[in-house]
């Protein structure tokens, strides 16, 4: 395939398209802790932007083999269904965001560390479809995560374009450096939930999407 240097804007997912990370951020440790009594608010923040592979492999490094893998992987993913079916929300201005990108005739794509049904769960309940018809999950490279940058090289590959043209879109220290190390420019986006979060890698670092975000993205 002959690659391209079109622009393409890749949207990360949790924290970016919608407020998940503010509902992880309440409900996981107490999940985790029915599992792992000493899991700490610090080790939250270092899990933020994981797969649920990854997520399990960290906690099992740091805690040992609480459960294996075949038991705590599918109660995590049970766990993820009722927050994206339930209280999560489009982030404030995304949609509009959103938009205005699709009527610039810009490409756009959805690449997350989430396994593929839980995309698919915020695409559908969202009416997102039209604007994503391509995803990236972790599950497709393998389960591996960011900050790996593997989801990312395979999004730009399958979408035939240059990563020194895709535009990454991160909420996390773990989303960014995954962009980064795939070649990517990469936008910080800051908010009230990821204040604690080291974005020093990204190219920019905006304020939610204001008309900044818009000015880097189509100059």
């Known amino acids: 395939m002959d690659m391209t240097t079109k622009p393409t804007i890749l ?30 608010d610090q080790d939250m923040h270092t899990v933020q932007g994981l797969s649920n592979l990854s997520l ?34 489009l982030m404030p201005g995304v949609l509009d965001l959103i938009q205005w990108l699709h009527q610039k005739q810009l490409v756009m794509a959805i690449v997350s560390s989430s396994p593929i049904r839980h995309i698919k769960i915020v695409r559908d ?50 989303g960014v450096a995954s962009a980064k190390d795939a070649g990517m420019t990469a936008i910080g986006l800051r908010s009230e939930q990821n204040r604690t979060q080291d974005l020093y890698r990204a190219d920019y ?4 999407f204001d008309s900044a975000i818009r000015q880097i993205l189509v100059p």
């Open 56 to 89: 399990y492999q960290w906690l099992c490094q740091k805690y040992g083999n609480f459960l294996s893998g075949s038991e705590f992987l599918p109660k995590l993913a049970d766990f993820a269904d009722e927050i994206y079916r339930g209280p999560v929300a």
């Open 205 to 208: 670092v905006v304020e939610g």
């Open 125 to 174: 309940r969202f009416g997102l479809t039209n604007y994503f018809p391509k995803i990236f999950s972790a599950e497709m490279v393998g389960g591996i995560g960011k900050p790996d940058p593997a989801v990312y090289r395979y999004a730009a590959t399958t979408l035939g374009v240059l990563p020194n043209s895709c535009i990454a879109i991160e909420d996390s220290k773990n």
């Open 11 to 40: 949207f990360d997912m949790d924290g970016v398209l919608i407020d998940s990370e503010l509902h992880w951020d309440r409900l996981l440790p107490d999940f985790l802790r029915t599992m792992i009594p000493d899991f700490s």
